[in-house]
């Protein structure tokens, strides 16, 4: 039966990476028959940025009140509704409306899920949840363009992604049997009183180095990701498309490494994890930046750089039981999910001002700074928590 609550759990995170890619995929269209200009993409995802933030922070609330399970099910249901609603939208103010629900789903998700496995279930199933994430991310740009080129357009693919959204909500609710059963009553956030302040998550001891890892993972992540192409072809002078390929290689490397560290991270233990993956990116940056005469070293570099990243953020989360005490988890991850989204949302168009006032060819450098940032803060939280796990 636990098994079986865990193959649930796999299928909701495979359901939060499923919308993730959407909108990129679609906005060319979209933009088109909604009559907006190229940059408004930007607004809907701040937007849906906004309510993952505030939805991260009141997981605890939540959590504590229904459980894990009850707020997994309704959350993907919310985000199966607010698809519908972008594939039945005309106009870009309706996009904005539908972007809140998905925004708040989401973000509910996302710290209900990682708590729950940071709590109940050993550290290699956290890298094959994050596993999960990235074959949601990767599979759904496939629909879209299926969605496009058969005719149905992008309202068919945010339809179709809506209704798997929904049979997925549907199981969820179904396998609240097995939550419950798990949970047992003796998750912490649930067994006190009341759900902690902002201000307290804040004063316990190491959460803020936490916070600024967090932080810097998910920038150097989101940056990296969004402006690899750029850089490829406006510093290093290669082929749009060939740049294109490539760049997705760092995804690709970070989904593959998820899967490749499950197998070790039991035995290797989160911060050991965390301690290579934040070696290896640092010399997959270094591979990016040098100026060596072939562009071969730069991209293996990317590749490596999304390796390193693989077994990072799957690790911290679930060393935040043992770090901060299984009963302030998930107000901890809540925040951290906070943090989290706020780097990935704010840095990259930070360095698009950046590279545009200055040059792109900043991009390897400020990644090393993200890097040297999550080395240092993560290392910082090990030795503040005293755990040596």
């Not at 997994?72 to 972007?99: E, K, Y």
């Not at 496009?148 to 179904?174: E, H, N, P, R």
């Not at 040098?290 to 293996?300: R, S, W």
């Not at 039981?321 to 949302?345: D, L, W």
């Amino acid at each position: 039966m636990l098994s079986l609550l865990l193959a649930f759990i796999y299928a909701a995170f495979i359901s939060l990476g499923l919308p993730d890619s959407l909108l990129g995929a679609a906005w060319p269209v979209m933009r088109l028959e909604t009559d907006s200009p190229v940059s408004f993409a930007g607004i809907v995802t701040m937007i849906i940025s906004c309510g993952t933030i505030f939805s991260s922070l009141m997981s605890e609330r939540l959590t504590k009140k229904f459980g894990a399970g009850l707020v997994t099910a309704a959350s993907v249901l919310a985000t199966a509704g607010a698809l519908f609603g972008f594939s039945v939208s005309g106009s870009f103010w309706m996009l904005c409306v539908w972007a809140v629900p998905y925004g708040l789903g989401a973000g509910a998700i996302d710290a209900a899920l990682n708590n729950f496995v940071a709590l109940h279930y050993s550290s290699r199933h956290m890298s094959w949840l994050h596993c999960c994430w990235g074959v949601g991310a990767a599979v759904s740009p496939y629909i879209m363009g299926f969605a496009i080129a058969s005719g149905a357009g992008w309202s068919g693919g945010y339809a179709a992604v809506a209704a798997i959204q929904a049979v997925l909500a549907a199981a969820m609710f179904a396998s609240l049997p097995l939550w419950k059963r798990k949970e047992g009553g003796t998750d912490g956030t649930r067994a006190r009183t009341k759900a902690l302040s902002l201000s307290r998550i804040l004063r316990i001891k190491g959460v803020g180095y936490v916070l600024a890892a967090f932080f810097a993972y998910c920038a150097l992540e989101a940056t990296a990701g969004l402006w690899a192409s750029s850089y490829l072809v406006l510093d290093r002078g290669m082929d749009a498309d060939a740049a294109a390929r490539f760049a997705s290689m760092f995804y690709l490397g970070i989904t593959a490494g998820r899967f490749v560290c499950g197998f070790a991270a039991d035995r290797a233990g989160d911060s050991a994890m965390m301690r290579i993956g934040c070696v290896v990116t640092l010399a997959g940056l270094a591979m990016v930046w040098l100026p060596l005469g072939t562009d071969a070293v730069c991209l293996c570099g990317l590749v490596v750089t999304g390796l390193g990243c693989a077994p990072v953020y799957p690790s911290i989360i679930h060393s935040t039981p043992a770090n901060f005490g299984e009963g302030n988890s998930q107000a901890v991850i809540g925040v951290q999910m906070a943090s989290a989204y706020i780097g990935a949302t704010f840095m990259p168009p930070l360095f698009g001002l950046l590279a545009n006032h200055i040059g792109i060819w900043l991009y390897p450098l400020v990644l090393l700074i993200l890097a040297g940032v999550m080395t240092a803060m993560t290392e910082k939280t090990r030795r503040l928590a005293g755990r040596g796990n």
